[in-house]
């Protein structure tokens, strides 16, 4: 192995642990005997070799793929093609006929050629002059420049036609593949960009900036459309972890009491010695869950991943209601269970067939818990745990904390997630201090705090 | 180290001649799993071939499959070893006016211990491949007890002192991620996430797995599959399931896919209500009806 080698290697596994992956010096060498035994020669082949090596779990992939284009480009500079086409064309004409080769590729549905595609695009479309020089800041590769320039969507009608649509059944798909196709093209020019950007500026400043977070660690408040999608798909197999999670534990607490009856029936096997005892098992009821959430805009993606959380959960609670509110609560249990359509149109399902503002359009706790209090206070009896979610702000007025310790006085527990940083509570008009001192609040920012707080949550 | 494997093209052409198409991801992670002498830790959803993977390694390199199934409580006695108790006391009956010391140093042998699949893989005269499947079920405590195992292939038994295995065996792990594994058995692994293969990787599968089915074919019941895998569903159809999608197909004579055909048999490749439903409704399947 060359000197450079295992310096770039290190580089690259600092990128990877600033993304939050655990990486240990063992798989840092295990990561060089992989490169050792499989030769530098075949770059997808050492992607493999490395991941195998450096990833430790099925979401942590996504990263390690951008860091590793990042710290083992494909090349440097412009591609071996491009740099034979004319250089001197104008900006124009090399738009229309990126156009021409991407729909040309599109139809063909050959990745290779999307690439090569990508790659023209990047280079003729996407450069960014900040500066003097080549490592001036400012100066770099641009993803956005380019896509806006070239606008891949326009192409979809012609590939379609230039594609010429399949017999029979199979043609419905062919809208769709052409789509994923544009998708998956402008996820190349991002790629190609980074690593152009990569060979002019630092390369680790790079990695830091360019690659996305992994979904459970996207802030509830700040995820992008495609992000919430991500974090819906997470629901399932999360509470799946959650409540495999919890049986462990409640299996842990049930050891120790031996039941004799049994132990005693087992030991005839052996002759009345008792090799095997038996051990009891406690049933332990299960709590019911009342869920009161904010539904208004600011906080509705964050209120409908816990609902889709706590739904997916029920079977670990004897009964689960859910209430939404703005201004006003109304129970929208019905309309979550229903849910199997569509959980995207989940938010719009519940304003409109809930009654949660029947005055104005802004949030107002006071009014919401007093509502909730009188309407529906039966709901909490002493073996109910509730959760408030929402980020506290009120529009400047009354908070009404006599409701919120009306809840808390009827209810076993009483938790209250917000979603906002901890450092934001009380600013505006922001009323979080209050309730606080009232009820148990906790930060619930990402997917990750919010399975710590549910798990907790959770009978034992 | 072991030596299994020349390359990594040898491991696909080998797995391919026992009709198991590798990705250069697997192909190129069981060639480092031989070559750095690591186990490997396989994720995925269900059906896309990891068990069939350890097979298709197992009879690669000729070496016979020794399997532990997990599930919840599995413990040290399934997976490692137990002493015969039974045996044992009619070993004590029968020895009467023994000395005890005889009768001690007599039921704590070979003869007295039942082997189980860990055990059998290490103490194997010819070499072994080990498949532990769907990890994820066991307990904790199993995973502090394959530790051991896998970084040493060894075991401990305390009467007998500690068995090293002759053959390191070719370990897989096999896991479906209902739980988090810990990272202390990651950490010995080397880790393969193996996700729904390409169109064409699967196309080429499925051909393979059922020969009579043509081209065309192939090529659209594998799109249709693909789409399907792209919108929402509660349990998206996997490889296996391309796969028993095209004997059905096969068996009902149907050489080309139209809209009656793809409505009766969306059983084979969707196993919720919901799911079907959505999938007729994505693939326009419901229009027809109200046509008629």
């Known amino acids: 192995m060359s000197e450079a080698l295992p310096a770039r290697l290190v580089a690259m596994v600092e990128a990877l642990r600033g993304h939050g992956l655990v990486v240990g010096t063992s798989e840092t060498v295990d990561a060089a005997r992989a490169m050792e035994v499989l030769s530098l020669a075949d770059r997808t082949l050492l992607r493999e070799g490395l991941a195998a090596s450096l990833v430790r779990r099925t979401g942590q992939r996504r990263v390690f793929d951008a860091v590793f284009d990042v710290y083992f480009p494909l090349g440097v500079g412009a591609r071996e093609n491009d740099r034979e086409a004319d250089a001197a064309s104008e900006p124009q004409d090399s738009v229309g006929s990126l156009r021409d080769a991407l729909v040309d590729a599109l139809a063909r549905g050959s990745s290779q050629a999307l690439e090569d595609v990508a790659a023209s695009a990047v280079e003729a479309l996407g450069q960014v002059h900040g500066g003097e020089g080549p490592g001036a800041s400012g100066s770099g590769w641009s993803a956005r420049q380019t896509l806006e320039q070239l606008r891949p969507q326009t192409t979809i009608v012609r590939a379609l036609a230039a594609r010429g649509s399949s017999e029979g059944f199979v043609e419905r798909l062919d809208r769709d593949e052409v789509r994923r196709d544009v998708e998956r093209f402008r996820a190349l020019v991002q790629t190609e960009a980074t690593r152009r950007t990569a060979e002019v500026r630092d390369r680790d400043r790079v990695a830091r900036y360019a690659v996305?977070?992994?979904?459970?660690?996207?802030?509830?408040?700040?995820?992008?459309?495609?992000q919430v999608l991500e974090l819906r798909r997470t629901v399932q197999p999360l509470a799946r972890r959650l409540a495999t999670r919890l049986s462990?534990?409640?299996?842990?607490?049930?050891?120790?009491?031996?039941?004799?009856?049994?132990?005693?029936?087992?030991?005839?096997?052996?002759?009345?010695?008792?090799?095997s005892p038996a051990y009891e098992h406690r049933r332990k009821a299960r709590p019911e869950l009342v869920l009161l959430c904010d539904v208004s805009g600011s906080v509705a993606g964050f209120a409908g991943f816990t609902m889709l959380l706590v739904q997916a959960l029920r079977d670990?609670?004897?009964?689960?209601?859910?209430?939404?509110?703005?201004?006003?609560?109304?129970?929208v249990t019905e309309l979550i269970t229903s849910g199997e359509a569509d959980p995207a149109a989940l938010a719009e399902r519940i304003m409109a067939n809930a009654n949660v503002a029947p005055w104005h359009p802004s949030s107002d706790y006071g009014r919401s818990l007093r509502s909730f209090v009188s309407r529906y206070g039966a709901a909490i009896g002493p073996r109910t745990s509730v959760l408030i979610l929402g980020d506290a702000r009120s529009n400047h007025l009354d908070p009404d904390l006599d409701a919120l310790r009306d809840i808390v006085?009827?209810?076993?527990?009483?938790?209250?997630?917000?979603?906002e940083h901890e450092s934001r509570w009380g600013l505006g008009d922001s009323v979080a201090p209050a309730y606080a001192q009232v009820v148990d609040m906790h930060e619930c920012r990402t997917v990750d705090q919010l399975s710590g707080v549910v798990s907790r949550l959770l009978p034992v | 180290m072991s030596e299994r494997f020349a390359s990594v093209e040898d491991v696909t052409d080998r797995l391919a001649e026992l009709g198991y198409l590798a990705s250069p991801s697997v192909a190129t992670t069981?060639?480092?799993?031989?070559?750095?002498?690591?186990?490997?830790?396989?994720?995925?959803?269900?059906?896309?071939?990891?068990?069939?993977?350890?097979?298709?390694?197992?009879?690669?390199?000729?070496?016979?499959?020794?399997?532990?199934q997990c599930y919840e409580g599995v413990d040290e006695a399934r997976a490692l070893y137990e002493w015969n108790h039974a045996k044992q006391l009619l070993r004590i009956t029968a020895g009467r006016g023994e000395t005890w010391d005889e009768t001690r140093d007599d039921i704590f042998t070979d003869g007295f211990l039942l082997a189980r699949p860990l055990l059998q893989a290490i103490r194997s005269e010819t070499p072994r491949t080990l498949l532990i499947d769907e990890v994820d079920k066991a307990d904790m405590e199993i995973e502090g007890l394959l530790l051991e195992v896998l970084s040493d292939y060894a075991i401990t038994v305390p009467e007998l002192g500690t068995l090293t295995a002759r053959h390191a065996p070719f370990t897989v792990l096999t896991s479906n991620a209902t739980r988090e594994l810990s990272e202390a058995l990651r950490r010995r692994c080397l880790f393969l996430h193996i996700d729904f293969p390409d169109p064409e990787l699967e196309e080429r599968i499925v051909r393979t797995r059922v020969p009579g089915v043509d081209e065309v074919l192939a090529a659209s019941l594998v799109r249709v599959v693909n789409a399907l895998r792209r919108i929402d569903l509660r349990k998206a159809p996997s490889v296996s399931e391309s796969i028993d999608w095209a004997r059905t197909l096969l068996a009902l004579g149907a050489d080309t896919l139209d809209e009656a055909v793809v409505r009766e048999t969306l059983g084979v490749l969707l196993k919720h209500t919901d799911d079907i439903a959505r999938a007729r409704q994505h693939l326009q399947l419901d229009e027809a009806d109200v046509r008629r």
Do not use: C
């Open chain 2, 30 to 68: 069981v060639f480092l799993a031989d070559r750095l002498d690591k186990p490997l830790l396989v994720e995925g959803p269900a059906g896309v071939g990891k068990t069939e993977l350890a097979r298709a390694v197992a009879q690669a390199t000729g070496a016979d499959l020794v399997r532990l």
């Open chain 1, 248 to 275: 462990a534990r409640r299996r842990r607490r049930n050891r120790g009491q031996v039941d004799i009856r049994r132990t005693l029936r087992r030991s005839m096997s052996y002759g009345g010695v008792p090799l």
């Open chain 1, 409 to 419: 006085g009827r209810a076993r527990r009483t938790f209250w997630l917000n979603p």
């Open chain 1, 316 to 331: 670990q609670f004897s009964k689960v209601r859910v209430f939404a509110f703005v201004n006003h609560t109304d129970e």
């Open chain 1, 212 to 226: 996305r977070p992994d979904a459970e660690q996207v802030e509830f408040l700040s995820a992008s459309r495609d």
